[in-house]
Nanobody, 121 residues
């Protein structure tokens, strides 16, 4: 089995920064895409950013230039550095990964438990 464990959420003032981390563990053969989604109250879940194993990134327009996604393949960990945070960034942020388990041939999607990010003065 595979687990994704997130850390780094919390309360921050507008204009502040937070860094989220998500570590994958378990019987991991390889990981394709890793990324972050968020869901605000009353809204649908949306992609924030994703990154392939080769480093290609994909972004939501609303966070371009403010957020940075990176990944440590040796540690099976993805990071989201969030700068210049705005109240509209308030949401539950969830880690996502496409993982192939050892001895498996196909990839499966996994999700973290979610971490709350609140931007408020």
């Amino acid at each position: 089995q595979v687990q994704l464990v997130e850390s780094g959420g919390g309360l921050v003032q507008p204009g502040g920064s937070l860094r989220l981390s998500c570590a994958a563990s378990g019987s991991i053969g390889s990981i394709a895409d890793m990324g972050w989604y968020r869901q605000a109250p009353g809204k649908q879940r949306e992609l924030v950013a994703s990154i392939t194993s080769g480093g290609t990134t994909n972004w939501a327009d609303s966070v371009k230039g403010r957020f940075t996604i990176s990944r440590d393949n040796a540690k099976n960990t993805v990071y989201l550095q969030m700068n210049s945070l705005k109240p509209e960034d308030t949401a539950v942020y969830s880690c996502h990964a496409e993982v192939r388990q050892i001895l498996w041939y196909t990839y499966k999607e996994y999700w973290g438990q979610g971490t709350q990010v609140t931007v408020s003065s």
